[in-house]
């Protein structure tokens, strides 16, 4: 359709009468769900080219040579001329590009400049550790966020326990504000070291997992638990919500049935980014609890200009982002028969 | 608003924040002149100290004091997080503003590519451009700032394209002003003000960022310092002395808090939204009781009020009596705002906890709707009280089947098991004029038409035995013929069952032909009440400008609109 | 005195598979100094052909003509003479900018014919408008939230008025008012009609109201125009059976509703009807 200069109306932009009017064209209409789906995938197609693009860019974006960079003045001009051969960088840049794709495509994502090992060897060494702290990290939040936002919504809608609502809004607030790095350090402090009873460094056992999965969890189960609270507050407000309690429906019903799916739904759309969020979080606590995952493979490799495994690593951490938003839009679409965030 | 935000600032969480935001200042300005000798000064003899008189927070490696370190690098800190902070809003907004004028497909892209780069954490998107940039404070401050700019800009975008999407600015164009005049005199008036609420908020956030960035060893390189550089030194020394690390932690902590609390105080979203404590209806003495009344709905003297903006109590119904009888329609006619609706709601028992009601009586059959209801008459309740509103499409459940919406009540308060409830629950929809019931019982709300939806939610109600059915506004929504399909189920619903119906609408005709008595309702009161056919020969002033203001088929043209005293007057003193 | 004229008008919304028609091959005319009334149901199309005279949105076929000129195209002629035609919004809250004193909305609107008044121009030319629709000349500088929503609706009034229009589209102009209010606006109409001469065209849902304002009226169905002519023509003897539908369906002061049932209600009713 032309748009004449001076005015711009997009679909969303009308007047509700005028977006559902008159009878539709020839043509078959897939249902919001599955165009929802797709849409996603596409997205999530597009951003995996993005992703790629950024990845094989980051190198040649750096200012002046990235391999003398790495190298160091000390490096003899041999060394540098091997080791740019060795990146390919002295090849023309669709050539390096399709090497870059063929060799992603193969599995092959090079060799680390440090350890002289192919960088997919030791992202599959370490890429376990880092899943299991976001995995534990990320149930915790969820499992802990739920329940104390809706528990303290439904004592608080309509205006009771003002105090509780308050108390609440402050503690989360408070547990927000503090970076997950800090509240590790100060668990180290409590627990390791005042208390000594759990173990401040290292991977492995059980004991070892409780602080950093505890540090990298709470702030966002603060943060998706008021979430919660406030999506809860909004449903518990709506009309359909007044219409339940018309049925006079027992609570377990009115909560359970009526309130939860809906306030799931908004509050899934708006904490997914949070749940991502965690995923990159594991890089600050590897560095705090010396954990040896990903986090504290890209630290050293930006701090020794090992490009190849910075390239490894941002794909693989991008990769599992990607999976995560993808999983989150198959959730939201299993559990909203609108898909109403269908624009979102 | 204003003033909303000056009674902010005198609140106690305004003063302590103004207060910590002055030494939060004074701290950048002064703090590396007082301190920075001591902050630099070594000596080795006092190093790894603990906290002490002579220093507070202890000593580092170096025996450097610590709090002198961590007051120095306030400046520093600071002044990073806010350098990020400008990059973050200018580039952030700029891009948002210009997305909106760009034409449909190249700004299809940009958006996409917004969210794309949203969909990836704030974190990683530091580390990627901390890559580039390399690790020093330079680089880490344009790498925490580039990094948030997707996240203003989209908010921007939001914002801006809210305010293109208005009336006032489609009549600005249609008048001939172009792109840059929309922007400069509609657009960033009004997304200004909150992008600026933000602001503080986008600070805070830069120096978390930032501190982890700097304790990565990503940020601040030694020789100088910031909270994060502090912090990376003190956590390998923690066992030594833990306010090494603490000590800066500490800091950044305080100084997240100042600047989110700025964001807060600025902002119009506070938490304040809560409405007051709750009160529940409460019988005043006065009139006996009258136990084993016929009425279906008995009340006297109710009284409804809601807390005001000011904090005070805005009285909303005021001083109400009426009865229904079995069998009888009831309507209220009113303008928005006469307090029908809430009187219904209160006879319902379905008003929002912060509304206050009182009444000397206030009864649905022999159910005392002032006091908490016992579990038996919540079932009756259930069944025997049913409520439809105005939109259907709010009123009912979107995640629910129809179906699902219908059965539960007879489950719930009729023990009637699963099957019986499904059968019963088709008969209902066939007989409110829904077809295929089969296949719309198993439908969700918004599959169906919005008349099909508000027969359904009528439906809801006849699944009991109901007493009463309280129709607000039903069909306000909805269009005239649809209207009509509406009425005609609700008016053969009441033959079936018998039901009594309270019927309120804005639309004198519609009541006038729908209802046996017409209840006039005008600032929480009733003026009159009258038989429905009488509405023509009313007594009432007020109930014969409102018969006459509204035209008719058979109005006189020639003649202008008798206007109810002055319509604007009545109309602004609410306001 | 000018004569608004559409001609086969289609316009779509979407692409592809969810594209609609949201008018079809509409012929209408709005005579020189006359009340043409525009009435049909939500999603009729109705606000399309507002929308479509104002430049809004863009026809796929047929053209819009204000004297002959077209005024749809996107050539500079045609943005320039549209500006002849100004619409007035249904929602008065959102039809003035909330930053944005009313009189400086107002004087914005003088631009339209391209003139450059000065400020004392302004000011005057403001107070004169303000004064027309009946508010105090003294509340130009104060903010739209200083106004109840009737008298918002008397401020868009003046703003169309100050573009010194030949047409107006009346938009459901009091859909979003209350009852008692609703009267203010549409005398504020008629007397503003017989004295500048305007040609309107008056778009509602409410039959009732139409036939108090408008002299022709034209009735609309998804997206077509199924019935036009003389308002108590039209509205007296229905030809077309969608309109006798909503004439059937206007309720009446007075009368009862079962009793229309019995002797009024068509036959042909079916409950399926609006299928979706």
Not at chain 2, 3 to 26: D, E, K
Not at chain 3, 62 to 74: C, H, K, Q, W
Request: with cysteine.
């Amino acid at each position: 359709m032309a748009i004449p200069p001076g005015a711009a109306p997009g679909p969303a932009s009308l007047p509700a009468d005028l977006t559902r009017v008159g009878p539709a064209l020839p043509g078959r209409r897939p249902s919001p769900r599955a165009s929802f789906l797709l849409r996603r995938s596409g997205r999530a197609l597009v951003s995996l080219g993005v992703v790629v693009a950024a990845t094989f860019l980051v190198v040649h974006l750096v200012p002046g040579d990235p391999v003398r960079a790495a190298l160091g003045p000390s490096a003899t001009p041999e060394l540098v001329q091997r080791t740019r051969a060795e990146l390919g960088l002295d090849k023309p840049a669709l050539q390096q590009f399709a090497d870059y794709l063929s060799g992603l495509l193969r599995g092959d994502l090079g060799i680390s400049l440090r350890s002289h090992r192919p960088v997919s060897a030791t992202l599959a060494e370490r890429f376990p550790t880092t899943l299991t702290l976001a995995g534990l990290a990320f149930l915790v939040a969820a499992l802990g966020a739920v329940p104390i936002g809706v528990a303290t919504a439904v004592s608080a809608w309509g205006g009771r326990r003002r105090s509780l609502h308050s108390v609440v809004s402050w503690l989360l607030g408070g547990l927000i504000a503090i970076p997950n790095f800090l509240l590790a350090v100060g668990f180290i402090a409590l627990f390791g070291i005042t208390m000594n009873v759990l173990p401040v460094a290292g991977w492995g056992g059980a004991a070892e997992a409780v602080l950093p999965a505890a540090a990298l969890a709470i702030g966002p189960m603060a943060y998706l638990a008021r979430i919660v609270h406030v999506e809860m507050l909004a449903v518990l407000g709506t009309p359909y919500m007044t219409t339940a309690r018309s049925k006079r429906l027992p609570a377990r019903l009115l909560y359970l049935r009526h309130a939860l799916p809906n306030m799931i739904t908004a509050a899934l759309a708006s904490g997914g980014l949070i749940l991502t969020g965690l995923v990159a979080g594991t890089v600050l606590i590897e560095a705090v609890f010396v954990i040896p995952g990903l986090g504290s493979t890209i630290v050293a490799s930006i701090t020794a200009k090992d490009y190849p495994m910075i390239q490894g690593v941002v794909l693989v951490y991008a990769l599992l982002v990607l999976a995560l938003n993808l999983l989150i839009d198959l959730a939201l679409s299993g559990l909203d028969p609108r898909s109403s965030i269908m624009e979102g | 608003m204003r003033s909303g935000f000056r009674q902010r600032l005198l609140s106690p969480q305004g003063i302590v924040t103004v207060v910590a935001l002055c030494v939060l200042l004074l701290a950048v300005v002064f703090a590396p002149i007082v301190w920075g000798p001591a902050a630099a000064l070594t000596a080795v003899a006092d190093r790894g100290q603990g906290p002490s008189g002579a220093h507070p927070f202890g000593t580092d490696d170096l025996g450097r004091d610590v709090l002198a370190r961590v007051l120095v690098a306030t400046r520093l800190s600071v002044l990073l997080a806010l350098g990020s902070t400008t990059i973050a809003i200018v580039g952030g907004t700029t891009l948002g503003v210009v997305a909106t004028v760009l034409p449909r497909p190249v700004r299809r892209m940009v958006t996409a590519l917004i969210d794309i780069l949203l969909s990836f954490p704030w974190l990683l998107l530091t580390l990627f451009f901390s890559v580039i940039w390399g690790a020093s404070a330079s680089g880490a401050m344009l790498a925490v700032g580039f990094a948030d700019v997707p996240t203003v800009a989209r908010l921007t975008y939001t914002l801006a394209s809210s305010v293109t999407g208005r009336d006032y600015v489609r009549a600005a164009r249609i008048v001939g002003v172009g792109h840059a005049g929309v922007i400069v005199r509609h657009v960033l008036p009004n997304i200004l003000p909150p992008l600026l609420v933000n602001t503080a908020a986008h600070a805070s956030a830069a120096l978390l960022s930032f501190a982890g960035l700097s304790f990565l060893g990503l940020g601040v390189q030694a020789p100088e310092f910031d909270w994060g550089r502090l912090l990376r030194e003190g956590v390998a020394r923690i066992y030594v002395n833990p306010m090494v690390a603490l000590g800066p932690g500490i800091a950044i902590v305080l100084t997240g808090l100042i600047l989110n609390s700025i964001g807060s105080l600025t902002g119009e979203t506070a938490s304040s939204a809560l409405p007051p404590p709750r009160a529940r209806a409460r019988r005043r003495p006065g009139a006996p009781e009258r136990a084993g009344s016929a009425a279906v709905v008995e009340a006297a003297d109710l009284r409804v009020s809601f807390p005001g903006p000011d904090g005070g109590l805005v009285e909303r119904v005021r001083g109400v009596s009426l009865t229904i009888a079995p069998g009888e329609t009831v309507g209220i006619v009113g303008a928005s705002g006469s307090g029908k609706s809430v009187t219904a709601m209160a006879i319902a028992g379905l008003l929002p906890g912060e509304a206050h009601v009182g009444a000397e009586t206030l009864r649905f059959q022999d159910i005392d709707m002032t006091s908490p209801p016992t579990s038996a008459e919540r079932g009756r309740l259930g069944l025997e009280l049913a409520v439809i509103f105005q939109d259907p499409l709010t009123s009912l459940n979107p995640s629910l089947t129809i179906e699902r919406q219908l059965t539960e009540v007879s489950e719930v308060h009729d023990g009637v098991p699963r099957k019986e409830a499904r059968r019963r629950a088709r008969d209902v929809l066939e007989s409110v004029g829904i077809t295929e019931p089969e296949r719309r019982a198993r439908q969700y709300p918004h599959e169906l038409s919005g008349g099909m939806r508000q027969r359904a939610m009528l439906g809801m109600g006849l699944m009991g035995r109901p007493r009463l059915i309280i129709a607000d506004e039903p069909t306000t929504a909805l269009d005239v013929t649809v209207q009509r399909q509406v009425l005609r189920v609700l008016h053969e619903a009441r033959r079936r069952t018998g039901s009594a119906i309270l019927f309120i609408s804005h639309d004198i005709a519609l009541v006038s032909g729908f209802c046996d008595r017409v209840l006039v309702m005008k600032d929480g009161e009733i003026v009159e009440e009258l038989a429905a056919s009488g509405l023509a020969q009313a007594a009432h002033p007020y109930t014969r400008a409102l018969v006459a203001c509204v035209p008719h088929m058979t109005t006189d043209r020639s003649r202008p609109l008798p206007v109810i005293g002055d319509g604007d007057v009545a109309e602004e003193a609410r306001a | 005195m000018s004569t608004l004229q559409y001609t086969d008008l289609t316009v779509r919304y979407g692409h592809g598979a969810g594209a609609r028609l949201a008018v079809q091959g509409v012929d209408l005319t709005v005579a020189s100094g006359g009340v043409h009334g525009l009435v049909g149901e939500s999603g009729s199309g109705k606000s399309t052909l507002a929308a479509a005279a104002v430049g809004l949105v863009r026809p796929v076929a047929g053209t819009i003509r204000l004297d002959g000129v077209d005024i749809a195209g996107s050539s500079a002629t045609a943005r320039t003479a549209r500006r002849r035609v100004q619409l007035i919004f249904q929602d008065p809250f959102s039809a003035l900018d909330p930053r944005m004193p009313v009189g400086a909305s107002i004087a914005e609107a003088m631009r339209a014919r391209g003139r450059r008044p000065t400020r004392a121009e302004k000011t005057r030319r403001v107070g004169e408008l303000l004064r027309r629709v009946h508010l105090d000349p003294a509340r130009a500088g104060d903010l739209p939230a200083a106004f109840s929503g009737g008298q918002r609706q008397r401020v868009t009034i003046a703003r169309a008025l100050a573009a010194e229009p030949d047409v107006i589209i009346a938009d459901e102009i009091t859909s979003a008012l209350d009852v008692s209010v609703q009267g203010v606006v549409l005398n504020l109409l008629r007397e503003l009609r017989a004295e500048l001469d305007l040609t309107i065209l008056f778009i509602s849902h409410n039959l009732a109201v139409v036939r108090y304002v408008c002299d022709t009226v034209s009735v609309m169905r998804h997206g077509r125009i199924v019935e036009s002519g003389d308002t108590d023509g039209v509205l007296s003897m229905p030809r077309d059976p969608y309109t006798r539908e909503l004439v059937a369906a206007v309720p009446v002061m007075g009368e009862r509703f079962d009793q229309r049932f019995d002797q009024r209600f068509d036959q042909r009713f079916d409950w399926g009807e609006e299928s979706q």
